[in-house]
């Protein structure tokens, strides 16, 4: 831009207006927009081969056990929780309740996935595999694989919150990282409940 | 605001109609020819392709609505909260 030109300055009271939902807000919200269509394909999927065959899971097979899905969905929720309240004392200025919130996240989201990776395990044992397992098997580890790897990337994502958080370096105005953080948490925690009741239940 | 809902849902009637229409009689709109039709008739998979289809059909709509109504509400939460055009705090912090 030319330096020789000034801009007209804006009309008396809206020089500092600023837009109703802040733009990491709506990046967030398109970005899990995609996602949830991501997870729609793949419950698209796994409800046309699920409903095609007439007995499910095939012959041989293991029940997926609920206990388990349960017990996840129990951790993701407490994940979730964790990080709002962390949000909400780092909005208040409470550092000390904001570390606590972060370290329950944290650990809620370890938990699950050591928790998903036993499952997987067990059922292995079972015979349940991607190699032996037909379309059931490879339905299911496509899935809640799938669904393990979003809930590590936001778990990577809080930890880096964490280190900020203990270095104080999230500040009261400067949140936008922690709230996009909890939308992910959020995210993955209802997408395990939409997996729970197809995967688990029907 | 309510005679310009009626004004809107009088002029978009005839789609309305085509759209519920649809979603009832879903199966027969989902087989576009009458090949696709014998055909889907025939499988044992239709009833696992209909769900599975109006699965995928609804969610985009639905989220396309739950965002457009966010976003509706932000607008109007603003507007009401500072409607001379006061700057207003960060809507991060709110």
Redo the contacts between chains.
């Keep these: 831009m030319d330096p020789g030109v000034t801009l007209p300055p804006p009309p008396p009271g809206q020089g500092n207006l600023r837009p109703p939902i802040p733009n990491y807000r709506l990046a967030m919200l398109i970005f899990l927009v995609a996602e949830t269509m991501l997870f729609t394909g793949l419950m698209g999927g796994y409800l046309v081969l699920r409903y095609s065959v007439p007995m499910w899971p095939p012959e041989g097979q293991p029940l997926l056990p609920p206990g388990a899905g349960t017990v996840n969905l129990a951790l993701l929720a407490a994940a979730s929780l964790g990080i709002q309240g962390a949000l909400r004392s780092l909005r208040r200025g409470a550092s000390r309740g904001a570390l606590r919130g972060l370290a329950l996240c944290l650990a809620a989201g370890l938990g699950f996935l050591l928790a998903l990776g036993l499952e997987w395990s067990l059922l292995r044992a079972e015979g349940l595999s991607l190699d032996g397992g037909g379309t059931y098997g490879a339905l299911f580890y496509a899935l809640t694989g799938c669904h393990a790897l979003h809930v590590l990337a936001v778990w990577i994502w809080t930890v880096s919150l964490l280190v900020l958080a203990m270095r104080g370096r999230l500040l009261p105005g400067r949140l936008g990282t922690v709230e996009m953080a909890g939308m992910f948490w959020h995210f993955v925690t209802l997408a395990w409940l939409f997996l729970f009741v197809i995967l688990y239940l029907s | 605001m309510k005679a310009s809902l009626r004004k809107v849902l009088t002029r978009f009637s005839g789609v309305i109609s085509v759209l519920v229409l649809s979603v009832m009689t879903a199966s027969r709109v989902m087989a576009q020819c009458a090949m696709c039709s014998g055909a889907a008739e025939a499988s ?2 239709q ?3 209909s ?3 109006l ?2 059909l609804s ?2 709509y639905l ?1 396309l609505g739950g ?1 457009a109504g ?2 509706v509400h ?2 109007r ?2 507007r009401v909260s500072f409607p ?5 705090p ?4 709110r």
């Design positions: 044992s998979g009833f696992a392709y769900k599975s289809t699965f995928m969610i985009p989220l965002v966010y976003i932000a607008f939460k603003a001379d055009g006061e700057p207003g960060d809507p991060g912090e």
